[in-house]
Structures are given as structure tokens and as C-alpha cells.
């Protein structure tokens, strides 16, 4: 009796024992920090991550995909094949929306809030800058897209979808805010961590009205005043090589340029550059062709050294580097810059404006000056003097010519170059021989399958569901 | 008054008399070889006292009276009666004689009686895993247990497989597979790189490392029911592994040498045309992906591979590629049975080159368990096993460096060994340009190698307190160290300047559980067993890696050999749970037994506010053979069973804040920007959206089943029906990325299960040298996707971002193909267009992934010392998308493409404008297969097969001298034939891992059918 009383009192005493070492265990539960990444870091880390997004995803699928409707470039094979056949579908370009809105969109914004609380007006300008540019390059491509219900995460997760004659004005509006914003001269704004201008003011106003200028003429169907009202304003602009905006890539791979990376670190050999272009510039003795260009490569068919493109929408497989040439040092070597607006752009604009307010001298020195301009930062001024003298180069004050060497300088923003040919629809493309939309040049990309499976509703009840390759002939709204 | 004083007093003395001739007496039940016979019943005879034994056969009882006489009996068993005299210790000797009750394991490695579960548990003896040698023991459960699926991401030495219990779909995008537990310890079964990715290498799963001729038996517990004491992990199953104790006959230690060898060979490759040569629009070019080339008829063209002229022959590069693989499997143990101790000590030896030169996977392993009675009470164990795991193994998936990704396309003019893979200049030679390499390329100029240490222990401790009340202690580790390396030369396809990275996986497991145990009868009829706990589990996760982007000189795979580096990578996770738990089941006279568990648990990765989850659950069962009295003969047993339980599950770690990611920036084609950029660091809003006040998931099962055996154990079948509900399912929710978000984290989902597993067992013929027995399983599961978030209807599972892709759809069962289907009318006549081209929708629904039902046939034959084994197993219903088949059409060297090839073709079909049947012919030439390529409808199958998973013949030998006691020797073959529709591949691979999503084939590694031969000495 007595023992088994002892072993009842051990029974108690461990339970007992268990139940303390339970409670003072609670503690060590509390280890859910991620020590992976942080909560909160300075708005000078952030600004890089959106500006290099920015500039990869416009020199990456925005500029492949429309470099192929433009026929800049040749693909002839895979994906870049399909873009140059017009076999785009909404899965096409789940990757470059993903990345303009919820990488690049995303973290301006965190730009923008965590500055108004720091209470730092200049980085707050430049996030606006960049975001109006960012969203006119998505209406640009898509037409409506969710603009004022957008970026709000978990609150709405099934952003409407704007029109795009509401967004326009509303871009034009936040570049202004953006311009009072960093002449504001509050706050320090940013230094180095902006890869564009490393935090140079001036040069961001430029940038600023330079990007108004570009959107106001995207107007020329709608409103065909606006630019040129903006433009008697006396806006200052980007007119020298040194305010030009972009983002230069580096050396390692892991920092290279995308075209870089698509063409030579994947291995792919997919995208090749269009004979368009190419047979265009050897025509005009266009000194860029080397710049522009690498010659082919092997010479399993006899044409190694020479500059030679594909034919728009043409199949030959070229994975074997023998037939076509592929983009050249000056835009596609690890270190080549991705160019957001330069001297040359605006000076091709202002040339249109002036042609259009039937100013033919004032068009002519501004389309002079912007061949210059594009020639100087080649690194090729010195052949700018015979080239101008070209006959089919020369100033002959008709949109076509001023249209057509505009074209061959935005070899530097195939993005831009669509919205130009929407426009006037220069240069006269070739129609590929296979192609998905019955013959008709693509003037808008259908929106894409993640929006598709995710938020239809709001598609629906706004531009409509994609009607298959039909949504390709669609024109935006600045397009009609 | 006084009558009643006297009463009273008489009862005292009566009491009095009894109090004082109690004692105690104990012993141990034990059968004619000395073998403990365990939870035998002794009672009282002529009283209603009565105590069980436990699983060693001890018992201790009260006996009070002159002179009592116990009773041992157990079913199977003679009855034996003993008087106890005057002794303190009676020990019983028992016959056996038919049925023996059934011991299994389950939770918490507590061996309990068969009959008093109110959950289904199917057990296997470790000889049904290890009688065909086989690297993964996962894959050897194949066609063994209702209700359990394997599916092998392809069949490469070491490549891992996944395992799902009841359908697997409890959680929409969280860890569906069981827990797999060794000897009482959880132990991980990652394999860190191969689920839902379409590209990486073929890394094994960790449970693999297992040795399966180390296995004693396995438990398979498949509901939540029977795995609540788990908790968390177990809710979806728990796979109990027991090694070998040591337990020998008496005295002489037992040693057995294994050895066997094998051969395997690819069992399915698809079937080539032989008439095209590589090309395009019937031109002979080398460089391209496609046999749209001339047709072969001798003539002489020119081949920059041949360096000149050749003439145009079919050669076979699968032939000239592909090889026999061999298996070497060679096992030593020595286990003995001493007085108070047994142990067991193996060392094993696992080789597998495979069908892919250069590749191959060996696992090197030694074991030591011991277990020792210290004294009556105090009893102690310790296991420890020591695994190396080393392997070159294949890249998978899109990988350009899959071997067979671009093996299965290299064009029959292409003269593969004759060509050889590298130029003069040390580039590559390649039938094809891009990221795909020469296969012979890939063998010779990259690899990835795993190397892995694992090192898996426990200790455990008993103490019998009192003759109710015992205690035990176990705690366990499990820790490994793989060590990865991953190395491309320059001038891959891919990665043309060379790559090489280190990668370091490390995973510790560390488990705590303290149990007390009390085994009591209330009175005669009543009894009842309380199993109480506390647990504690801490899983750590370190990950480092080291990239290298391009490398200086060629063939050296070093870091001082690389010119320029990704930032480094690292990545640690540390997750803890704390539960308490207890377990209680009455008895009511050993046939009616009702059981309640309960179970609270505490997890790290939840908010402090839902940190603490309680699930509950009851069972009951009747085995009404015994009750009823029912004739033997006819009905030896039948039980009845019935259960509800109530399990959850938690996060994974680190969902609950907001962060900040170091920044990247890609494209999906390209590796992109890593940053820091320029020297800059950059962080990016993490595209996540984490949820401060997740909550568990939660499951609610009942399961109902019946278990009878009829004419002396003859025919036996075992019945379970089970329905679940799986609630609040913690989702990565896909958001529009106009939201500013990828992926927002939500308790959402909602999906149910049911169905039934059926295990039929049949021995038609016994006569005293031949028999036939015959085990059947069956097993039939529905899902269905409830809910996933408000208005979204779909779930992405795994896959690539557009088509294919596998996805959870509402309404429909767990796992939905959906990618390019053909449009349709009405009347559901296929749309085509004014070319005669088919019509095509984006994300159309094509098929769901899970099988109608699953089942397996064994039939095994012994005459006198032959054994014949054999085992089929059959999966149908639920479709399958072949990537494989579509690419092989597109590239032209199918069979099917060279059918009809430049012919006229009118597409079956409705024209869409005119709405009259179509009549436009198209040819089919590439163009047509290009197009055929994005049409994903045309590949989707009916997942329906039949295996000869495996088949056995053995034979015995008795030699029984002085030193060698028998000799086994048997043939055993595995994976030998294959019955089904679904052309070019063999159904059962996967290319997307060991995730969620399943039901997609593209380029997987082929299956392989091994044949060998085993030889085991026992000593």
C-alpha cells in the first residue's frame, strides 16, 4: 500500500512537471520574422528596382513585340516567329503586364507614399513621372486599361477598366504634378539610386515636358492642336545627347541588357532583324547599319559579313546563324543603354508639329537636327554631313520623309515607332505571307490571360472580352 | 439493530479476509517457439476479473481466494488454465491454431490490437517492399494499399515520386502528401527542386534514402481519423515505418547477406517515322528543330556535321543514345535476440547506373537499432542510420539540358555517334541550334550532382510505473546535408559563356514526444486504455548558393574558375509546433469498443491570435463475430466500424508580414537582372500579399467501414467509406496584376472528398504444398472544388503561366487541365476557319487530372519451396496532357506526322460563317503541325493504363547446418508490360514534380522495366 502511494505521488509530480515546461514553452513559438527579407527599407532601394524594371521590360517583350509589327525585327522561329505572323494571344504578354504593374507600378507607388510621409516632394515628382510614363506605354499597347482602380491589392481586386480618352488627360495631368512636384524644392530627392539622371532636376523637367510633348501627339488624329499649343509654350526640353533619359546595363550578366540577354545569354537565336529595314538603310548608304546591325554570322550559306534580314513573318529556321543578321552593338551588347526619350525623338516630334502648322523651315531645322542628334550619340557625326546630303534623305517637306527617318532613329523605342505608324502609317509595312489576322497590321495587343482568368468581369463590363485574333485590328482610342 | 451490526461485521470480515489474501501475481503469456503472444486476455476462472496482456505478452493481475486459476486465451490460440498457488509469477504456454489476432502499428508507433481500431489501417510486411529491389522505397507501395496513388516525375535513377492518400486534395496549394513517419519519429521527405517547376533536376525525395531491406513492416494510416494524434502533417495520411528490431530466433545471431543485380531498359519510347530527313519546307538544312525535310531515298546532300557530302541514311539515335542500365543491390545484417537485449545492425549497398550514359545514383547505408531491458520496469532503445546518397543525375522538364528533350526530336538522317558532339574548335556540334543541346553534349559537358549525408536517429526510454501506468520518452532527429553541384561548359546552348553553381540544401528535424499510458479494466466487461501526451517538433531549413554566370576556361567545374557571379544567395526558415494530446478507448468485453482522441497544438507559423488549434474525434467499432457467437466456420470475423475526426493544418513559414524582396527584373525567357544593379542595391514590394490573421485549415472526416473474414479466414474483404471537408484552405490567391499584386494570401478554399476503399483477399486453393492466394485493392475517390476565393473560379496548381497549365477549377475535381482547346458550337461540331484550320479557345478546360479509380491485383502461388509473385496494377479515367506528343508532332519525326504527310486533309469540322460541314483541305506539311502544336486539345488523353508492376519467383532452400540456415534465390522483374491507349509515352510520368499539380507529361524522363535476379544467404 505504501509503495504504490509513493508511485501516485511520482505520477502527480511528473504531470505537474510537464504541464510547467508546456507553459514557459509558448515563447519560443514566437519565431515568424522573416530573416529572409525586411518590412520596411529606404525609398533609395526602391527606386533602382522600379527604374530597371522599367527600362528591361520596354527594351525586353515590349520592344520584341512590336519591333516585329514594325519590322525592325525578323524572328524566325518560336515566339519572336508568332509576333512577326501576328500569332499574338492574350498568354503572349501575361509577363510584360505582370511586370509594368505589379513590379513597376508598385513600387513607384511605394516611392511616392513612403516619401509624402518623409515629406520629400522630389521623389514623389519623379515616381509621377515615371508612372505616367509607365501607364501611357501600357494604353499605348492595350487601349482601356485599369488606371484609377489600380494597384490597390487586397481592397479591390477586380480593378475596372478606364477608358482610354480618360486616361490620357489624366497622364498629362500627373506628368504636370509631377514637373510642380520636384521644382518644388522640397526634400533632397534622389542621388545615385536613380540610374536615369542620378538625381539631376533639370534634367528631369526636360524629361518631363519632353514625355508631354510625346503624348500630346500621340493626339494628332483626336486633338490636332494640342502639341503644337504645348510646344508655343516654350516647354524646356531634352535638345542635347547629354539629357538624353534611359538606363544603361552593365557588364555581368546578371546586370546585362535584355535585348543582350534574349539574343546571346539564352541561347535562343530566335529573333533575327527584318529586311525592311535593313534593304531601307543599305538603300540611304545609312552609316548605322554597322551600329544597328551584327553581319551574318556563318557563312553555311554563302552570305557571312553581309547585312541581310529576314522576311517579315518569314519561317527559315536561321538557328544555325547563317542566313539573317541580328541586332548590332548599338542597342544589343551587354552595356547598351535602353533609351526611355532622347535629343532626337523630340526633335523628330517637333519636326512633325511644324510640318503640320505648314512651317516648313522650322520643320526642316528640327528634322536636321534630330538626324543629328541620332548620328551624334552612334558616335557617328562625322558621317552626318553625307548623309543629309542623300537625295532620298534630304528634306523634302512631306510627313513621309520626315515619318520614315523618324522610323529608322526609333529603332531605339519600337514601342514608340508602333504608336507613330498607328499614326500615320509610315513606312508602308509588308504583309507577312502567313499571318493570323487575314492581312491587317496589328494596331493593339489583346489583354492578357491572367487578367482573362482573373478579372473578366471588369474586361467585360468595360473594353469586352477579346474577340480571338480580331481584338489585333481593334484601334485604341487616340488610333480612330 | 443487532442483525444489522452483525451483517456489517460479517461483511467486514469478508472484506476483510479478501483485502487480506489479494496479491499480486504477474507472468507472461507466451506461444510453443517462446514468442510472446501479445494483448492475450487472463482472467479469473469462475470470476468476472480479468486483465489484458500487453504487447510483450506480461501482464499483472490481482488475485484474491484460495486458490485461483487463470485463464490465458487470445484468438488463435489454445486456451490454457493454470493454477496459481502460492506463486507471485505464472507463466502461460500457449498453441497457436489458426487466425492470429492482428497486431498493427499505428499513431505514435503504438502497437494496438487490429480489431479494437475505429479507422482503416493497411499494413505490409517489409519483405512485400524490399522482395523487388527498387531505389525508391515510395514507388515500391505501388498497387499494394486502397486509396494510395504514386506518381514518379519520370524514371531516372533517385528521381523522386509523390504520394497521396484518399485523392490528396484536402489542401488547394498546400502540402498534400502523408506524413512519413521512422520508428516512432516524423521525418522529412523534401526534395527541395522539383515541384510545379517546369524546368530543374531530378533530385530525389528524402524518404528514398530509407533502406527498404531495413523495413520490418509499414502502416499506412489513412485518414484523419486514425492520424489526428499527429496532428498537422498527419491530416493527410501517415505512413508508419517500422525497421527490424532484432527480435531472432532465440540465442544465435542471425546474419543474412543479400545481393542482387538487375537490368533495366527504357520501357516505352514513342514510335518515329523513318522516311523524313531533318529540314524544312522538303530541304535538307541542318541547324533547325524539324524532320520537315526531304524524303530519304540515298541521295547525296551536303552536311556541314559530316564536314561534306553524305549520303541521306535512317540511322536510330535513341538506339545509338540509349543504354542498359544495371542495379546492384547488395545488403549485410546481423541481428540477435539476447536475454534482456536485441539489436539489429545492417550495412547496404544500392547502385543504379541508368539508360542515359554518365548518369547514375548510389545510396551507401549502415543501421544499428538496439533495444534493451534494463529491468522489469525500465526499458530502453536507440536507432541510428547513416545514409550517403550520391548521384549524377538528369536535368528535367524545359531544362536545355534535359536529355531527353531533345534526344526524342533528334531527326533519323542525323547519324548521332557518327557525328560525335563537339567541333575542332571545342563549340558544339548540334542537329539544332538554341538552349536544347546535343543529347551527347549534355551527357559529356554538364551534370548535376547531388551528394547527400543523412543521418536519422532516436532514443527512446520506458518505464512501467505501476501495472496500469507506463511512461515513455522518445526523441528524434533527422539531419541532412545535400551538397549540390550543378555545372554547364561554355559553348551549352543555354548558358553559352558556362555555368556552375553550389548549392547547399540543409534540413534538421527535431522531435520530442512524451507519452504516458494507462491500461485499466474497470471491471469484467469493462476496460479501457488512455494514451496521453506532449509533443514538440522543430524543422530548420538552411540554403546557400553560389552561381556562377560565366566561366574563363572550359571543362573545369571550380569557382576559380568562374569570371563573373549572381550574388549569392541565402535562405534560412525555422518553424516549431508544441501539442498536447490524448488518446482514450473503452472496451466493453473485447468486441465493442469506442474511442475518443483530442488533440491541441500550438504552431509557429500562425498569428499569436490563432496560434492555438484544438481538434477532437470519436470512433467506434463492434466486432460482432464475437458478440454474436456467430459459426467459425462461416464467418471467423466481422467487424463494423465508424469514426469522426476533426484535424487541421498551419502555414507555411513567414506568411504573415510584408516585405521587401531583394529586387530582380526578367522577362520569362531570359534570366534578367539580379541586383545589386551597378553596384546599387535594390528591394522590390514583395508581388505576395501576406495576411496578418491567417488561420489553420481544417479538416472534418468520417469514415464508416467493415471488416469480415468468412470459411476460416479464406476469403477476407475490408470495406471503408470516407467523406471530408476541407475548409478555410490557406491559398496564394492569383490576382489580376493590375492589382498591384502577383498573389494575395487568404483562408479560402474549400474542396471536398469521398469515396471508398475496397482490399479483398482470396486464398482459393491451400492444399500442404501448393497455394493461391489472391489480394485485391480498389479505390474510388471524388474531389470536388468547392470554393477558392468570392468571385475567382480558378486556382493555378502548377505548370507554365499560359498552356498548359493545371489549375484548381470550382466545381469541378481537384486538378483541371486547362490550356487551348478547339472551339466549338452548339452542337459541339469543332469551328474552322476559311483556311480549313480548326478554331482554338485559350483557356479551355480540358479534362480533370484525378482517376476514376485506381486498383491492384496480386496473386501469389507457393509450391512447396516456390514462390511466384505477381502483381498488376491499373489506373482510369481522368485525363492527361502529352506535351510529349505534341512537340514530337510539331518537330515532324513522329510517326503520326509522316502520315499522310503533304496530302490533302479536310479537318472534321463546321465552318464558322457558312455553319455547313467543312470542306476547305488543308495540307499537311510543318505549317499545319506548327499549328497543331498550340492546338492542346489534340493531346489530351484518357489516363486509363495497366501495369505488370511486378513479378517474383523465388525459391528456398533449407540447408540448416551448423552455419548457413537457407538460401533464397529468385528472378524478379519490375515495370515489365504496359496496356494502354495513350500513345509515344508512359502515362504514370510527370514533368511537373512532386506538387499539386499533376496530369501534364512533356519530355519526362521514360519510365525503365528492370529484370534481375536476387540471392540472400541466412546464417
Not at chain 2, 288 to 301: A, C, H, L
Not at chain 2, 387 to 405: A, L, M
Not at chain 2, 448 to 477: C, E, M, P, Q, V
Not at chain 2, 696 to 714: K, S, V, W, Y
Request: proline residues 4%; hydrophobic residues 35%.
Amino acid at each position: 500500500m505504501k509503495l504504490r502511494r509513493n508511485k501516485m505521488k511520482h505520477t502527480y509530480l511528473m504531470a505537474l512537471g510537464f504541464v510547467v515546461i508546456l507553459a514557459s514553452c509558448k515563447k519560443t513559438l514566437d519565431i515568424n520574422n522573416d530573416p529572409n527579407s525586411f518590412t520596411d527599407v529606404p525609398v533609395n532601394t526602391i527606386l533602382p528596382a522600379a527604374e530597371v524594371n522599367l527600362a528591361y521590360a520596354l527594351g525586353g517583350d515590349a520592344s520584341r513585340i512590336s519591333g516585329n509589327i514594325v519590322q525592325y525585327y525578323g524572328g524566325h522561329r518560336n515566339q519572336p516567329l508568332d509576333y512577326g505572323q501576328y500569332n499574338i494571344t492574350p498568354a503572349t504578354t501575361d509577363n510584360f503586364w505582370t511586370n509594368m504593374y505589379s513590379v513597376v507600378l508598385t513600387n513607384l507607388k511605394s516611392v511616392a507614399e513612403k516619401s509624402r510621409v518623409e515629406g520629400d516632394s522630389i521623389y514623389v515628382g519623379v515616381s509621377q513621372i515615371l508612372t505616367a510614363y509607365t501607364f501611357g506605354t501600357l494604353t499605348d499597347i492595350y487601349g482601356d486599361i485599369p488606371f484609377t482602380e489600380a494597384l490597390q491589392t487586397t481592397t479591390d481586386v477586380t480593378p475596372a477598366y478606364d477608358k482610354q480618352e480618360n486616361i490620357y488627360p489624366a497622364i498629362i495631368g500627373l506628368i504636370e504634378k509631377g514637373i510642380a512636384n520636384i521644382k518644388s524644392g522640397t526634400g533632397t530627392g534622389p542621388a545615385d539610386d536613380d540610374v536615369i539622371y542620378a538625381g539631376d532636376i533639370t534634367n528631369w523637367e526636360k524629361f518631363a515636358n519632353s514625355l508631354k510633348l510625346r503624348y500630346l501627339n500621340h493626339l494628332s488624329k483626336r486633338q490636332p492642336t494640342a502639341a503644337s499649343d504645348f510646344l508655343a509654350q516654350n516647354p524646356v526640353l531634352i535638345t542635347d545627347n547629354s539629357e538624353n533619359a534611359g538606363v544603361v546595363f552593365g557588364e555581368d550578366a546578371a546586370n546585362a541588357n535584355p535585348i543582350y540577354q534574349f539574343d546571346i545569354l539564352s541561347g535562343r537565336k530566335d529573333n533575327a532583324v527584318c529586311n525592311t529595314l535593313v534593304d531601307k538603310m543599305i538603300a540611304l548608304t545609312d552609316p548605322r547599319v554597322p551600329v544597328y546591325f551584327y553581319p551574318v554570322k556563318n557563312d553555311n550559306n554563302g552570305f557571312a559579313g553581309q547585312y541581310r534580314g529576314n522576311d517579315p513573318g518569314g519561317d527559315d529556321d536561321d538557328s544555325g546563324e547563317s542566313l539573317f543578321s541580328r541586332e548590332g552593338d548599338a542597342y544589343a551588347s551587354s552595356t547598351s543603354p535602353v533609351m526611355l526619350m532622347t535629343a532626337a525623338e523630340v526633335q523628330f516630334i517637333i519636326a512633325e508639329i511644324q510640318f503640320r502648322n505648314s512651317n516648313a523651315a522650322a520643320a526642316q531645322t528640327a528634322y536636321e537636327a534630330a538626324i543629328a542628334n541620332d548620328f551624334d550619340a552612334l558616335g557617328l557625326s562625322a558621317d552626318y554631313a553625307a548623309y543629309i546630303a542623300n537625295a532620298g534623305v534630304v528634306f523634302n517637306n512631306t510627313l513621309d520623309r520626315i515619318m520614315e527617318q523618324k522610323w529608322i532613329t526609333m529603332f531605339q523605342a519600337p514601342f514608340e515607332s508602333w504608336v507613330d505608324w498607328r499614326r500615320t502609317g509610315v513606312p508602308t509595312l509588308i504583309i507577312p505571307v502567313v499571318n493570323r489576322t487575314g492581312g491587317v497590321v496589328p494596331r493593339k495587343l489583346p489583354y492578357p490571360q491572367l487578367e482573362l482568368n482573373l478579372n473578366a468581369q471588369s474586361i467585360e463590363a468595360g473594353p469586352g472580352l477579346p474577340d480571338s485574333f480580331n481584338e489585333l485590328k481593334k484601334h485604341v482610342w487616340w488610333d480612330e | 439493530m443487532r442483525k444489522i451490526s452483525l451483517l456489517f461485521s460479517a461483511f467486514l470480515l469478508c472484506g476483510g479476509l479478501v483485502f487480506a489474501q489479494q496479491r499480486t501475481v504477474t507472468g507472461k503469456v507466451t506461444d510453443e517457439k517462446g514468442d510472446p503472444v501479445p494483448f492475450a486476455s487472463v482472467k479469473i476462472k469462475g470470476s468476472n476479473k480479468g486483465v489484458s496482456a500487453d504487447v510483450n505478452g506480461n501482464f499483472i493481475i490481482d488475485v484474491s481466494g484460495t486458490d485461483p486459476i487463470l485463464i490465458a486465451s487470445s484468438q488463435g490460440f489454445s486456451t490454457q488454465e493454470l493454477p496459481v498457488g502460492n506463486s507471485s509469477a505464472v507463466n502461460f504456454n500457449v498453441k497457436s491454431q489458426g487466425q492470429l489476432q492482428e497486431v498493427v502499428v499505428t499513431a505514435l508507433g503504438i502497437k494496438k490490437e487490429k480489431k479494437g481500431l475505429g479507422y482503416a489501417v493497411s499494413d505490409l510486411k517489409g519483405s512485400e517492399i524490399n522482395r523487388t529491389p527498387n531505389q525508391n522505397l515510395v514507388t515500391s507501395l505501388n498497387g499494394k494499399v486502397a486509396g494510395l496513388q504514386v506518381v514518379s516525375s519520370g524514371g531516372a535513377p533517385g528521381q523522386a515520386a509523390t504520394v497521396t492518400i484518399r485523392g490528396g486534395a484536402k489542401s488547394i496549394t498546400g502540402n498534400n502528401q502523408p506524413l512519413f513517419v521512422v520508428d516512432g519519429i516524423p521525418i522529412s521527405n523534401a526534395n527541395d527542386g522539383n515541384s510545379a517547376t517546369v524546368t530543374g533536376a531530378a533530385t530525389p525525395n528524402r524518404a528514398a534514402d530509407i533502406n527498404a531491406d531495413d523495413i520490418e513492416s509499414i502502416s499506412v494510416l489513412k485518414g484523419s481519423a486514425a492520424s489526428v494524434l499527429y496532428g498537422n502533417r498527419g491530416s493527410n495520411g501517415v505512413i508508419l515505418i517500422t525497421t527490424k528490431s532484432g527480435k531472432a530466433r532465440q540465442g544465435k545471431p542471425v546474419v543474412t547477406v543479400s545481393s542482387s543485380t538487375g537490368f533495366d531498359n527504357v520501357l516505352i519510347l514513342p514510335d518515329y517515322q523513318t522516311t523524313y530527313a531533318q529540314g524544312s519546307n522538303q530541304n535538307y538544312a541542318e541547324g533547325g528543330s524539324r524532320s520537315f525535310g526531304p524524303e530519304i531515298t540515298g541521295q547525296q546532300v551536303n552536311s556541314a556535321a559530316a564536314g561534306g557530302p553524305v549520303t541521306l541514311s535512317v540511322h536510330d539515335p535513341r538506339k545509338d543514345f540509349l543504354k542498359t542500365g544495371m542495379t546492384y543491390n547488395n545488403n549485410v545484417s546481423l541481428s540477435q535476440t539476447l536475454d534482456k537485449t536485441n539489436f539489429y545492425f545492417s550495412a547496404g549497398n544500392f547502385k543504379q547506373t541508368a539508360i542515359v550514359p554518365n548518369q547514375d545514383y548510389n545510396r551507401a547505408s549502415v543501421r544499428f537499432n538496439i533495444t534493451n531491458q534494463v529491468s522489469s520496469r525500465l526499458s530502453v532503445g536507440m536507432n541510428v542510420n547513416y545514409t550517403k546518397t550520391w548521384g549524377d543525375v538528369p536535368y528535367t522538364g524545359q531544362d536545355g539540358n534535359n536529355p531527353f528533350f531533345s534526344l526524342f526530336h533528334v531527326p533519323v538522317s542525323w547519324d548521332l555517334n557518327g557525328y560525335g558532339y563537339e567541333k575542332a574548335d571545342g563549340s558544339q556540334k548540334n542537329f539544332r541550334g538554341g538552349s536544347f543541346d546535343n543529347p551527347l553534349w549534355t551527357v559529356n559537358k554538364t551534370f548535376f550532382n547531388t551528394n547527400n549525408d543523412h543521418i536519422l536517429g532516436g532514443a527512446n526510454i520506458g518505464y512501467k510505473a505501476l501495472s496500469w501506468l507506463d511512461f515513455s520518452y522518445r526523441l528524434g532527429i533527422d539531419q541532412y546535408t545535400d551538397n549540390r553541384k550543378s555545372f554547364k561548359d561554355i559553348f551549352t546552348g543555354g548558358n553559352p559563356e558556362g555555368f556552375l553553381a553550389n548549392d547547399i540544401v540543409k534540413r534538421e528535424e527535431l522531435t520530442s514526444i512524451f507519452l504516458a499510458n494507462v491500461n485499466k479494466r474497470i471491471n469484467n466487461d469493462f476496460g479501457f486504455t488512455l494514451t496521453a501526451g506532449q509533443d514538440f517538433n522543430q524543422q530548420k531549413l538552411n540554403n546557400y548558393n553560389q552561381t556562377g554566370t560565366a566561366l574563363a576556361l572550359p571543362g573545369i567545374a571550380h569557382m576559380n574558375n568562374v569570371k563573373s557571379f549572381n550574388p549569392d544567395y541565402e535562405y534560412v526558415s525555422k518553424r516549431r509546433t508544441i501539442g498536447v494530446f490524448g488518446d482514450l478507448k473503452f472496451d466493453y468485453n473485447n468486441y465493442l469498443y469506442l474511442g475518443i482522441t483530442a488533440r491541441n497544438e500550438w504552431s509557429s507559423t500562425l498569428p499569436v491570435s490563432n496560434r492555438s488549434y484544438f481538434y477532437p474525434g470519436v470512433n467506434a467499432s463492434f466486432v460482432f463475430s464475437d458478440a454474436f457467437n456467430i459459426n467459425k466456420s462461416i464467418l471467423s470475423f466481422g467487424k463494423v466500424r465508424v469514426g469522426y475526426a476533426k484535424t487541421a493544418r498551419d502555414a507555411s513559414v513567414y506568411q504573415l508580414q510584408n516585405v521587401y524582396l531583394a529586387a530582380t527584373a526578367s522577362d520569362g525567357f531570359t534570366s534578367g537582372v539580379t541586383f545589386p544593379f551597378l553596384g546599387l542595391p535594390g528591394y522590390a514590394v514583395n508581388t505576395t500579399v501576406n495576411n496578418p490573421a491567417l488561420k489553420p485549415e481544417i479538416t472534418q472526416e468520417i469514415e464508416a467501414g467493415t471488416e469480415l473474414r468468412f470459411l476460416h479466414d479464406r476469403i477476407g474483404i475490408d470495406f471503408t467509406y470516407f467523406t471530408n471537408r476541407n475548409t478555410d484552405g490557406i491559398i496564394s490567391l492569383d490576382v489580376a496584376p493590375s492589382t498591384g499584386a502577383s498573389n494575395v494570401i487568404v483562408n479560402s478554399g474549400r474542396t471536398t472528398s469521398q469515396g471508398i476503399e475496397v482490399a479483398l483477399n482470396v486464398t482459393p486453393i491451400k492444399t500442404r504444398d501448393f497455394s493461391w492466394e489472391m489480394f485485391a485493392t480498389f479505390s474510388r475517390v471524388r474531389t470536388k472544388v468547392k470554393e477558392i476565393y468570392k468571385d475567382l473560379d480558378k486556382k493555378f496548381l502548377g505548370g507554365f503561366s499560359g498552356n498548359p497549365a493545371i489549375y484548381a477549377v470550382i466545381g469541378q475535381r481537384y486538378g483541371s487541365i486547362i490550356a487551348a482547346g478547339y472551339e466549338r458550337d452548339d452542337a459541339g461540331n469543332i469551328l474552322t476557319d476559311d483556311d480549313g484550320y480548326p478554331l482554338l479557345v485559350d483557356g479551355a478546360t480540358l479534362g480533370y487530372v484525378e482517376p476514376d479509380w485506381t486498383g491492384g491485383l496480386r496473386n501469389t502461388f507457393t509450391y512447396k519451396k516456390f514462390r511466384l509473385d505477381v502483381l498488376f496494377d491499373t489506373r482510369q479515367g481522368g485525363y492527361l496532357f502529352s506535351g510529349t506528343s505534341e512537340l514530337l508532332d510539331n518537330y515532324g519525326v513522329s510517326k503520326r506526322s509522316a502520315e499522310g504527310r503533304y496530302e490533302d486533309y479536310i479537318f472534321p469540322g463546321v465552318n464558322q460563317t457558312t455553319g455547313k460541314a467543312n470542306d476547305i483541305p488543308v495540307v499537311k506539311d510543318q505549317n499545319w503541325w506548327s499549328y497543331m502544336a498550340i492546338s492542346d486539345e489534340a493531346y489530351v488523353y484518357k489516363n486509363n493504363w495497366v501495369k505488370l508492376r511486378e513479378a517474383n519467383l523465388s525459391y528456398s532452400i533449407d540447408i540448416k547446418n551448423s552455419l548457413l540456415h537457407t538460401v533464397d534465390v529468385g528472378v524478379y522483374g519490375r515495370n515489365l508490360f504496359l496496356w494502354t491507349k495513350v500513345p509515344d509515352i508512359d502515362p504514370e510520368s510527370s514533368s511537373f514534380g512532386t506538387g499539386n499539380g499533376q496530369g501534364a507529361s512533356r519530355m519526362a524522363y521514360p519510365t525503365t522495366r528492370s529484370i534481375g535476379i536476387n540471392l540472400k544467404f541466412t546464417f
